[in-house]
């Protein structure tokens, strides 16, 4: 694991070619040197199991059973998450070694080719991260490309706590989102999109974490929040549109703005024994993950595929996700 790091007057960000990871992020407050990430040292980094910071792919989030049909053919994956294909598999693109293309203060380029077959998918898929530090803000660039139409959701996985306490009940959260999407208790898609209004899932204004969460019984199958919200997006500019999600806690406030149609919020609600910085182990809740991608199970789900989740191809694939820290 080779570390590389871009640092400015805001920011100071930690990555890692393992699993081209984000291991850290130092926000620079007048009277303080903050870490906002949930995470780990390096050196327990092979111990930790909750995808911190990481690159994941060739498809974030589940696909039932394993498996899925695209164009004919049926293609059976590993099932490392019950009997389920969970962030690519046993080893996805956060369990290998990417390439550096290109490193500076501010930008670090990993690369990395995904085999035909690898870990069961179809098409050889060339992909490229780019993490650029700008003032108060990271951007993360995915681009891909694909010799076979091909299920692909790439993203990244870091979890926030903004605040340092224990846990992230007392974040206020904000989603630009209007519907959810139901899961089962092993995180599949059992009904159709659900509008949030009138149900806990209403982050519509500024809603502390704690105070729904689990209250219902979409949230006690899955331990809390780990659902995918559809965003109301009225622009792919990310100068222009309004942030997809906001957190604040502890006069730090982060605004998140993507390109991707969908984001999975994820309340830490199995991180409990998780290698923390300090050497101890974390709880449950202790960190949210803000997961941007698309709906989970989508290769099995042919009325999301204009949604994305499948690329064509040839087709490029190109998204962004921009995190912005502001003190409020």
């Not at 949930?38 to 050196?43: G, K, S």
């Not at 911190?52 to 498996?67: D, K, L, P």
């Not at 390439?99 to 690898?118: C, D, H, L, M, W």
């Not at 995918?228 to 957190?247: P, V, Y």
Request: proline share 4%; glycine share 8%; aromatic share 10%.
């Amino acid at each position: 694991m080779n570390l590389y790091v871009l640092e400015n007057d805001f920011l100071k960000i930690t990555l890692s070619d393992f699993g081209a990871n984000w291991l850290s992020c130092i926000v620079k407050l007048p009277n303080e040197q903050r870490e906002v990430l949930v995470t780990t040292t390096p050196e327990n980094w092979q111990q930790q199991t909750a995808y911190f910071g990481a690159t994941v792919g060739r498809y974030a989030n589940r696909i039932a059973n394993g498996r899925y049909t695209l164009n004919g053919k049926t293609y059976q994956l590993a099932q490392n998450n019950g009997e389920n294909n969970l962030h690519g598999g046993n080893i996805g693109a956060d369990k290998q070694l990417w390439q550096v293309e290109s490193y500076s203060s501010q930008a670090v380029r990993f690369s990395k080719t995904f085999a035909n077959g690898e870990e069961g998918f179809g098409g050889e898929v060339k992909v490229t991260v780019d993490y650029r530090l700008a003032g108060n803000q990271l951007e993360i660039e995915f681009n891909a490309l694909s010799n076979e139409d091909t299920p692909l959701a790439l993203t990244n996985h870091a979890y926030f706590n903004l605040s340092g306490e224990p846990t992230i009940k007392n974040h206020l959260l904000k989603l630009n989102a209007t519907h959810y999407l139901p899961v089962a208790e092993n995180g599949i898609p059992n009904a159709p999109l659900k509008a949030v209004q009138g149900t806990s899932f209403d982050f519509t204004q500024a809603k502390l974490i704690g105070r729904d969460l689990l209250s219902d019984a979409d949230q006690q199958a899955v331990r809390g929040y780990d659902h995918a919200f559809k965003l109301a997006k009225g622009s792919n500019d990310l100068t222009a549109c309004e942030a997809a999600a906001t957190l604040t806690a502890n006069h730090l406030t982060l605004e998140l703005r993507t390109t991707y149609p969908v984001l999975q919020v994820y309340t830490g609600n199995w991180l409990a024994g998780q290698p923390n910085l300090t050497g101890g182990v974390y709880e449950d809740h202790a960190g949210v993950a803000l997961e941007a991608g698309f709906y989970p199970d989508t290769p099995n789900h042919p009325e999301w595929w204009s949604v994305g989740g499948i690329t064509k191809a040839n087709e490029p694939y190109h998204h962004k996700i921009q995190y912005r820290f502001i003190q409020s």
